[in-house]
């Protein structure tokens, strides 16, 4: 009895050790995890950066990610040096139309937006990223109502964002070549 005792208490400490292996790995995991998404933040934040993961992407035939993200965070910014200016509409009638999405330097969100849409959402795209449909059809909705804000793309950005965080750039982290290059 003594002994049965003896090896239900190194069995129960046993898994109890696994259980804490386990949950430390998990940790482990996510830590790394936490670190690519910053490592790629900070790779992307550099023109060398981008060029150099373009190139890395490009040889894995995925670098419709990485310009589609370039072309959000462009699209984005061309709400920061917007102008809107009010249409002759407008002036008439308050309540008529929406503020005009066209600035001083003739930048169009709404075309933007729709060169976006269908260049990298659109099931015709040439280089159709990998997002959900429901991103889809949510962009395609919203854009079908002539809207074109900020945050259009935002969803459909972190999701491609996540692809590479924990596809290409793990691989691009263990290829020699590549750090060499940054």
Known sequence: ???STRLSIQ???GRRQSILTATQNDQINREVTE???AGLCILLSTEDGINS???HCAREFSSENVRFWC???DYRAKFD???CVPTSTEVDDEKSAPVSTTNDKNIDTKAAADKIYTEYISHHAKTQINVSSKQKTEIKTILATGEAKKDLFDAAQR???SVMSRD???RFLASKKNRLQT
Do not use: T
């Open 1 to 3: 009895h003594r002994g």
């Open 71 to 73: 072309a959000i965070n």
């Open 81 to 83: 040096e917007e102008v």
């Open 159 to 161: 999701e491609i964002f």
């Open 53 to 55: 993961f373009s190139i």
């Open 168 to 170: 290409s750039y793990p």
């Open 35 to 37: 670190s690519w998404d």
């Open 11 to 13: 069995n129960a400490i």
